[in-house]
């Protein structure tokens, strides 16, 4: 025992030297600079904020945490003749911060389309390569269209006017007391605007004009002045809204009345308070039957009901009462164009109305497969997040629109005039429903920052459409053939490259914010989504990453989590180290690239190699100072001696065959396997992310084996690792990366034998000769 201990002593020691005697010779003259830890595992400390009582080191809520609340009763009039909007309404606001509060931020988002905005002035770029008709027609032709908001008065509970100062989209509410800590206030605004056409003006809120029947329908949001969120991150979060970063809002109770003319069909966030006055007797029939039908929507308003609609303009209103609890936002959609189906989901012991809105022109697409696609989501993103906490969850068919709110989102897909409609069409509906309707669950409930973090709720929500779209391919057969997967555009990691090969100078860190970033759908929804996908499938593995994500959901729900939050989550709950990936998938713009560089072919040699030689020259020692020695001679060198090749390692060293003889059993002899061929590997990362190295190698009989050595492979050299592996069969070739995992941007150096690949332009070309 003693002496084997000494003999595997005196070995280390010695290579040891030896990779010392090694790297001496490759100092150079003159001496490099120092430098600072720039290791691409070194922890996030200098990125992340200190933790603290509020927020945890563990990416949980702290001990002191806190948010404010707003509670909102609205009043407001649909005017459907001019398309204009008339409001009051009275927020009380929670104080629950330990600060006291001088003013309140009140956010005005319709300021963005004001006459006097400037976000369009903010544009630097030149003439455009095309214009849509409608941005041209905006820019150049159009007199500018008026959607700002009109605040005819700011008053306290007693109807005394409150001072306010307007800064584009922010209104300071001068309040004459601070607000104290623990304390609330009540106050109340006026306001009107002009409702902008969303179709022309590229709002996320507005009504589609129908030229044939004469008719508008309605989605409409961000129509009430609505409290900024103050938070022991950002103070006010009062940054303007520009057009691109979207909202930060804090949550509270709603109690909404709308009134609209008493032919149209509406539909918004929160529970529908005078469903008997509003509805009609065959829809609440209907109703009642949906509340009970699992399987498949119930009309509620059929075509032929929508269509006769159409052709009424009723000028008496209906007032439709809602109230919501524990929401951030509030929306609603309106028409008298509006079919409307329901139908109910059990989701963890409760009933969730999936709801659809559309008019004709949605259909047959809409009656087919909205509703569907909205309990799907409800059921992927429950069963990967919590519950779903609300009673419904609405979709509805808006041209060209993809937005969010609380139980309710605008959706596009539609089909040609004659009902007919392409794939692309189709599979554009079902991914965006299952977008916005999951968006519900970021950013609605898990209610991050939005106007700064664009893809804490954009990418966490991609990165589970991907995810809701495979289960919706597998749950719907006559939708998707059964050995066929759904075409999800975003998060499969080779749909990623273009973007992450692409140039340098448009391409942003995902931890930008929205309106500093050049290509915002690739950087807050796709890579994200992606990075996501490559953690669960290939980093974490399912298991560990699917619990640190519920986590994640479960500790933020119904509050304001920051990225660190998430980020801390994810290791906390898994016990992985994952600073390395959160900085080069997020705080960098590093593209992953990893090849094989080349291969070293060994065989047991019988006397030393000349390296080996002149080591024991220099020192002036011989074979006998030094413990027992295996040499491995390579193919390509003076050492090799072709009389050795192939043969087992006991047949050709005797000083391992004397060191086996001594130290181990004849019981432990007749076991070990004896490898005759010898590999040193070398892998290359010309690209700057570390990942997992995963290797298939294929022997001379058609075997293979996949091995994945863990991102750490790369923590002493980022460029460049070796591998020594010894097998009884010939190596015939490497492929890394195979199945097309990491989102290697440069696949040409991933094989050997180097593969002969084609460019895509060659294989173009070839195609065009083919036909
Ligand atoms: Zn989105």
Redesign the pocket.
């Known amino acids: 025992m003693n002496k084997v201990k000494y003999c595997i002593a005196s070995v280390l020691f010695l290579m040891g030297a030896m990779v010392m005697a090694q790297e001496e010779g490759d100092v150079k003259t003159e001496r490099e600079p120092g430098h600072y830890n720039q290791s691409r595992f070194k922890q996030l400390y200098e990125e992340f904020s200190t933790p603290n009582t509020y927020r945890s080191a563990s990416g949980a809520p702290g001990p002191d945490y806190y948010q404010q609340q707003a509670d909102y009763v609205i009043n407001v009039q649909l005017d459907d003749k001019n398309a204009k909007i008339y409001g009051e309404e009275t927020i009380t606001y929670h104080n629950n911060s330990p600060d006291d509060l001088e003013f309140l931020w009140v956010q005005l988002d319709q300021n963005v389309r004001a006459k006097d905005s400037k976000s369009p002035l903010r544009d630097g770029n030149g003439v455009n390569i095309a214009y849509t008709a409608g941005n041209f027609a905006e820019t150049f032709i159009s007199e500018p269209f008026d959607g700002g908001f009109n605040i005819e008065w700011v008053k306290d509970v007693s109807g005394k006017p409150l001072s306010y100062t307007i800064n584009q989209t922010m209104m300071r509410v001068n309040i004459p007391q601070p607000l104290k800590s623990g304390e609330k206030l009540s106050f109340s605004v006026k306001w009107w605007y002009n409702i902008p056409d969303h179709t022309v003006n590229r709002a996320r809120s507005g009504y589609e004009y129908f030229e044939k029947d004469g008719n508008r329908a309605y989605v409409i949001a961000q129509f009430f002045p609505r409290m900024a969120v103050y938070s022991d991150v950002e103070g006010w979060q009062n940054h303007q809204f520009w057009g691109s970063g979207e909202f930060a809002l804090p949550f509270g109770n709603y109690d909404v009345s709308i009134t609209v003319p008493a032919d149209h069909v509406l539909d918004g966030t929160g529970v529908l308070q005078n469903r008997e006055e509003v509805f009609s007797k065959d829809m609440m029939k209907r109703y009642k039957e949906a509340l009970k039908s699992y399987d498949k929507p119930v009309i509620i308003v059929t075509q032929q009901e929508a269509e006769a609609a159409e052709k009424g303009f009723a000028t008496n209103t209906k007032t439709w009462k809602f109230k919501a609890t524990n929401v951030r936002d509030y929306a609603f959609a309106t028409s008298r164009k509006f079919i409307w189906d329901m139908q109910a989901v059990k989701i963890g012991g409760k009933d969730v109305m999936a709801v659809s809105l559309y008019p004709k022109e949605g259909n047959p697409l809409w009656e087919d497969l909205s509703t569907k696609a909205v309990a799907q989501t409800l059921k992927t993103y429950s069963e990967h997040t919590f519950d779903y906490p609300y009673h419904k969850a609405i979709s509805v068919h808006a041209k060209n629109q ?1 937005m ?1 709110y609380p139980m309710i989102c605008w959706n596009y897909g539609r089909p040609n005039e004659d009902g007919t409609y392409s794939d692309r069409v189709k599979y554009g509906m079902i991914s965006v429903i299952i ?2 309707v999951g ?1 519900n669950f970021f950013p609605m409930i898990v209610n991050s920052d939005e106007r700064q973090w664009g893809w804490m ?2 990418g966490l ?2 990165f589970m459409q991907y995810l809701a779209e495979q289960a919706f391919g597998a749950n719907n057969p006559s939708v998707i053939a059964p050995n066929e997967k759904y075409p999800s555009q975003r998060g499969n990691p080779a749909a990623i490259v273009p973007y992450m090969a692409g140039d340098q100078k448009y391409i942003s860190p995902i931890m930008s914010n929205p309106e500093n970033v050049y290509q915002l759908g690739p950087n807050a ?1 796709a890579k994200p989504a992606t990075a996501l996908n490559i953690l669960r499938e290939t980093v974490m593995g399912k298991e560990l990453f699917d619990h640190a994500f519920k986590t994640y959901a479960q500790r933020w729900m119904f509050k304001h989590p920051t990225p660190e939050d998430f980020f801390r989550t994810m290791e906390d709950a898994s016990a992985v180290d994952l600073d390395w990936f959160w900085r080069a998938w997020f705080y960098t713009t590093d593209y992953v690239d990893i090849g094989v560089k080349g291969v070293k072919k060994y065989y047991v040699s019988s006397k030393p190699t000349k390296e080996m030689e002149k080591y024991m020259a220099d020192r002036n020692i011989t074979e006998a100072d030094l413990p027992p020695l295996v040499y491995l001679a390579e193919e390509d060198s003076e050492d090799f001696m072709p009389e050795l090749k192939g043969k087992s390692p006991t047949e050709t060293s005797q000083n391992l065959k004397e060191f086996m003889m001594d130290n181990m059993t004849e019981a432990e002899r007749s076991k070990v396997k004896e490898p005759k061929f010898f590999y040193e590997i070398t892998f290359d990362k010309p690209g700057g992310v570390p990942m997992p190295l995963i290797v298939e190698y294929t022997y001379a009989d058609g075997t293979k084996e996949n091995v994945t050595y863990p991102p750490e492979i790369w923590r002493k050299n980022d460029a460049e690792v070796k591998r020594v592996i010894s097998s009884q069969k010939e190596l015939v070739g490497i492929v890394v990366d195979p199945k097309l995992e990491t989102a290697d941007i440069d696949t040409t150096n991933n094989s050997w034998p180097k593969k002969e690949e084609k460019s895509d332009f060659d294989k173009f070309k070839e195609n065009i000769k083919g036909k």
């Open positions: 993809g969010e977008h916005e968006h709720d954009e929500d991609t929804y």
